[in-house]
């Protein structure tokens, strides 16, 4: 189960979203920097922007997904946190756990060409800038590797609960 959907506001919304990912704190691992390393305390000046829009297109997802019953399900985002690719970095294979879904916004994509994960056992998925990519938490996956500039994407993990 994949689900991609274009971000509408992304044009609108994405030299801000920039901005402020550069000014939000963040290590680097010779890959990437991000603030998945940082203390959970770590200020997330994003997170008030890209909130209310993740949100809408996550009802939009429970819907399409759950029909009738979607009024009966709660949206429960876990954790988020933004990548900032450097060149030639990657994200090495990995899953998410202690979550059921998985979903990564992709800002800015230098080269969309490039650009998408690699599931395991499964065939690679190409995205484009402004893209939403939801997936279960569970595949085995990793980032293309980055040739270009840098690329950024805000992701998040979320879980669905029945709540009648």
Do not use: C
């Not at 019953?69 to 899953?95: A, C, M, P, V």
């Not at 499964?122 to 938490?137: A, R």
């Amino acid at each position: 189960m994949l689900w991609i959907k274009k971000i509408k506001e992304h044009k609108s919304i994405k030299d801000k979203a920039v901005s402020l990912l550069n000014v939000t704190a963040g290590k680097n691992d010779g890959n990437l920097i991000s603030d998945w390393f940082m203390p959970k305390n770590t200020p997330k000046p994003y997170w008030p922007l890209m909130h209310p829009i993740f949100l809408k297109y996550l009802k939009l997802f429970v819907k399409e997904y759950y029909k009738q019953h979607s009024n009966n399900i709660e949206i429960i985002i876990d954790n988020y946190w933004y990548q900032n690719y450097l060149k030639k970095g990657r994200h090495g294979w990995h899953t998410h756990s202690h979550t059921n879904l998985s979903a990564v916004y992709y800002l800015h994509l230098p080269n969309p060409k490039q650009q998408g994960i690699k599931i395991f056992n499964k065939k690679s998925i190409n995205v484009k800038e402004g893209d939403l990519l939801i997936f279960p938490s569970y595949y085995l996956h990793t980032s293309k590797n980055n040739y270009n500039d840098q690329k950024k994407i805000i992701a998040f993990n979320f879980n669905l609960r029945n709540i009648r």
